[in-house]
């Protein structure tokens, strides 16, 4: 097959032809300027001229008129521009004379349709290459999904450790705050009865510290009173025996009289005195016994019989008053019935209804609730009255967090 001539375009570059279309546009910007200055100074000539010869008009005949030949202000002068020669662009952007060779002999080497027909051990070699890449590239395809099933175990984990982590966070600080706002309300409660305790006292001190001073007043008063008579009667006496020295008889009968009466007063004023004291005795009894009958009464519990429960009550601090602590519901009151109990008669009732109550929960079939069972156990341990009971309940919950432990530590290393 013949070969074709290559035929060579001949092309300026674009730098030349923009700095020719520059210089360009600024010249005729220049001829164009001047082309207005000349006619702006043309114009202001031909005004002055015209006024001159209007001037001249009304005073001269137009036989001698003159007429001046126009010339310009400045002469006009053409703008030369210099032509340049565009020059062709190198053959190839290149200063390596082998790469610009290189160049030229793939832009003059000639092809044939030959050229692009495989051979059978070609198209077998580009075959086996086009199936190795799409091998190559299905292992890779498979590894990137591999690796990417890999990172999303490995991140559900641990958004699943994470989690239980926040949960036992959660619920440790829940524990906690339960127990702060528990020993919260058994400190405010004893400081209450401590109060109400103090209180109590200083109002009996006061009201007996009131009660002998109103005594000690009474008691100063009938002394006065008594001496105060007693001058009366014996400045009467020495003014009656002054006066009647006759009458001695009837003077005797007035003084046994007068003995008489002051021996009544002095007996009723007693009786006054005693029966005061008395009153106030009772009275200190009486606030002593109300003060022992509502301690005694904090510290005694009732059990109400209901059909299918029964309640659990505490006496208040005052004589006959009861606050209600809780109900178990199916659950039998004591063979033998008291009017009341004590604590350690009443609270195995409860923690044996709870301690069952978490037993039942943590044999339930399946993954058992530990939240339930450990707040059952809780509350257990609440109502627990001795040493055994405190320690059966803190096996269970030390069994229950191993329980849970063990089950996290499976789930983070499966």
């Not at 290459?129 to 999303?152: L, P």
């Not at 009466?261 to 009153?279: D, F, G, Q, Y």
């Not at 059990?303 to 429960?309: E, H």
């Not at 059966?392 to 983070?412: C, D, F, G, P, S």
Request: positive net charge.
């Amino acid at each position: 097959m013949a070969k074709k001539p290559v035929k060579k375009k001949t092309t300026t570059s674009p730098a030349s032809e923009d700095s020719a279309k520059k210089k360009n546009s600024t010249a005729k910007k220049t001829s164009t300027a001047k082309k207005n200055t000349a006619a702006t100074k043309a114009k202001t000539t031909a005004k002055t001229s015209t006024a001159k010869t209007a001037a001249t008009t009304k005073m001269d005949p137009v036989l001698f008129r003159k007429f001046d030949d126009w010339k310009p202000a400045t002469p006009f002068q053409p703008v030369l521009t210099t032509q340049t020669t565009p020059s062709a662009p190198p053959f190839c952007n290149t200063s390596d004379p082998e790469e610009a060779k290189r160049i030229a002999a793939l832009l003059l080497k000639p092809f044939s349709p030959q050229d692009f027909i495989l051979s059978p051990e070609k198209k077998a070699e580009q075959e086996a290459r086009f199936k190795a890449q799409e091998e190559e590239r299905i292992k890779a395809k498979e590894e990137a999904r591999k690796k990417a099933e890999e990172e999303a175990i490995i991140k559900a984990e641990e958004e699943a450790r994470k989690k239980a982590e926040e949960e036992a966070r959660i619920k440790a600080e829940e524990e906690a705050r339960k127990k702060a706002e528990e020993e919260a309300r058994i400190k405010a409660e004893e400081e209450a009865r401590k109060k109400a305790e103090e209180e109590a006292r200083i109002k009996a001190e006061e009201e007996a510290r009131k009660k002998a001073e109103e005594e000690a007043r009474i008691k100063a008063e009938e002394e006065a009173r008594i001496r105060a008579i007693k001058a009366e009667e014996a400045r009467k006496q020495a003014e009656e025996a002054a006066r009647i020295r006759a009458e001695e008889e009837a003077r005797i009968q007035a003084e046994e009289e007068k003995a008489r009466l002051l021996a009544e007063k002095k007996a009723r004023s007693e009786a006054i005195v005693k029966n005061m004291l008395t009153a106030g005795a009772c009275i200190a009894a009486i606030f002593v016994l109300i003060i022992g009958s509502s301690i005694s009464n904090k510290s005694q519990y009732f059990i109400k019989t209901n059909k299918d429960s029964i309640e659990i009550w505490q006496g208040a601090f005052s004589p006959r008053g009861k606050n209600h602590i809780l109900t178990l519901p199916g659950v039998t009151g004591p063979e033998v019935a008291k009017e009341a109990y004590t604590r350690s008669e009443v609270m195995p009732l409860a923690f044996n209804f709870y301690m069952d109550k978490a037993i039942e929960e943590s044999r339930k079939r399946g993954t058992p609730d530990f939240d339930k069972v450990e707040k059952l156990l809780k509350k257990a341990q609440s109502f627990a009255s001795s040493q055994d009971e405190r320690q059966a309940v803190a096996a269970r919950l030390q069994a229950i967090t191993k329980t849970i432990e063990n089950y996290k530590a499976e789930i983070a290393n499966p």
